[in-house]
């Protein structure tokens, strides 16, 4: 990370850039990579309940560390990272934290930066040694309630075994589903990075509400990382009950 904020210090003067590092200051996900580097998680389980530790000296330091990086670029403190591509696609953005599909939707809209764009693992603290991050994903189930289990149960079967897994990750570069299917990423730049990155990777807390994270005002982003980037932080304070472990 020590280099990657010095190669950043040296494109923040150069001509053409605008954002050394274009980072969205509700870029959460970014956030919590960050927060699992410094030694501590979004959130803690006592005795049933979960409760924010956003004021512990750890998060404190992840935060600080966000607010410099996000200090490279001209991204807003209250936006989160979903447009992010528009502005890299203008051209004039040296870094920025995203997916492999952004590379895709950045090519289709400047044809010219299709052969320029290239990837590497978010640094972590030492040398060679890939930070850690956040890994997501979606889940696929079926509903208690299907009228079809049987026909569901089939269709699993079919996307996820090993030919549609690969043929999957050969087009995404998202990791499939077990090791064995790596090499269906063979030649994507964005697939070599992620490969380097995940063994680093860390969860959010394994709330079964979690998602009503997400729902406003998100205790995260509104209530902790804007006011951060703004000098006006107010004291996290613990996860709302809905988001606690349900009895028993």
Known sequence: MTQYIADLNKLKGASGVSSALYLPGQYWYFFDG????AGANIATQSNGSWTG?????AALQAAQQFKTLQAFGTAPKDQTEATQ???FEKGNVATMIAMGYEQ???AAATPSLANEIGWFPIPGDTAGT???????????????NSANPTLAESFLKVALDQKNESLFA???GFLPNTQADYSALAGNAYAAAYEQAAPEAGYTPLVPTWANVEN??????????????RARARPPRPLPPTLRSPPG
């Open 34 to 37: 960050l927060l699992q580097q």
């Open 170 to 172: 050969k087009d995404s």
């Open 130 to 144: 890939p930070g850690k991050t956040f890994l997501g994903g979606s889940n696929l189930a079926i509903s208690k």
């Open 104 to 106: 895709a939707t950045i």
């Open 216 to 229: 406003p005002p998100n205790p995260i982003t509104t209530l902790f990382l804007t006011p951060s980037l």
């Open 85 to 87: 591509d528009t502005y």
């Open 53 to 57: 530790t956003l004021n512990s000296p």
